[in-house]
């Protein structure tokens, strides 16, 4: 079983940068395809980036070059560096994995960009 659990979200100004952390718990962290979604208020939750565990990256077309997707597997971690922020990006901020054929979300955490 996996626990994700998100932080680091919060208030900020267009522009502006926030880093999400999700903390996975389990021994098999290094394994796992790590996941950004959203869902901004009355819209459906939308994927954002993916990391592999070859450290590969990719990126939904309306992040690219803001938001950078990283790993640190000895701290069983999963960022997400967000720059540049636009008040389009206010949404819930859910980490999400697959692993032994079950689906694994955090609860979310509140990114919220002002005009």
């Known amino acids: 079983q996996v626990q994700l659990v998100e932080s680091g979200g919060g208030l900020v100004q267009a522009g502006g940068s926030l880093r999400l952390s999700c903390a996975a718990s389990?021994?098999?962290?290094?394994?796992?395809?790590m996941n950004w979604y959203r869902q901004a208020p009355g819209k459906q939750r939308d994927w954002v980036a993916t990391i592999y565990n070859d450290g590969s990256t990719t990126y939904v077309d309306s992040v690219k070059g803001r938001f950078t997707i990283s790993r640190d597997n000895a701290k069983n971690t999963v960022y997400l560096e967000m720059n540049s922020l636009k008040p389009e990006d206010t949404a819930v901020y859910y980490c999400?994995?697959?692993?032994?054929?079950?689906?694994?979300w955090g609860q979310g955490t509140q990114v919220t960009v002002s005009s």
């Open positions: 999400y994995t697959r692993a032994r054929n079950y689906n694994y």
């Open positions: 389990g021994s098999i962290f290094s394994i796992l395809v």
